[in-house]
């Protein structure tokens, strides 16, 4: 299964980016083994339209344009609180259906638009606090490589 995380804005160069690659290049080596690949980022520019609801609902045209045909998990602050561990059993579960491709999707300053949200596999919240995007972004890359790490039995997860 392929996974790629998908993001309204792009981040710039720095210790926050730095941080995404690095923990994104251990989920693609450790999740090789495991039928998880790719591990991207796609990155989609901020609308400039007039209005909060223009803005969301271009961004999430864009959005579902470029992503590809499989999972879409939408991070969203009013989504499902998981653990580590369920969200990596959620993995594995479209994994070993044989979904090919897994979209984690982080929309722009407004939110997601209503597209986004009705074609939404799963809304998933990392908490009910806002957090800003690139932060989300790291948090996010992270948990991916813990899962895989999870899932190959890899100290690297402690409870």
């Not at 223009?54 to 499902?80: C, F, I, S, T, Y």
Request: charged share 25%.
């Amino acid at each position: 299964m392929r996974i790629a995380i998908a993001a309204i804005g792009r981040m710039k160069q720095g210790p926050e980016r730095d941080l995404v690659t690095r923990y994104l290049e251990r989920a693609r080596a450790a999740g090789r083994p495991l039928a998880l690949t790719g591990f991207d980022v796609l990155e989609l520019p901020e609308s400039r339209a007039a209005s909060a609801e223009a803005r969301k609902a271009e961004e999430a045209r864009g959005l579902a344009a470029q992503l590809p045909e499989g999972v879409r998990v939408v991070l969203d602050e009013h989504g499902k609180s998981l653990s580590s561990h369920g969200l990596t059993e959620q993995i594995a579960r479209w994994r070993d259906a044989g979904r090919p491709a897994l979209s984690l999707v982080i929309g722009g300053a407004d939110g997601h638009g209503h597209e986004m949200l009705s074609g939404a596999d799963l809304m998933l919240s990392f908490s009910p606090l806002t957090w800003p995007h690139q932060l989300v972004r790291i948090m996010l890359a992270e948990q991916l490589y813990r899962a895989t790490t999870i899932l190959s039995g890899h100290p690297y997860h402690r409870e």
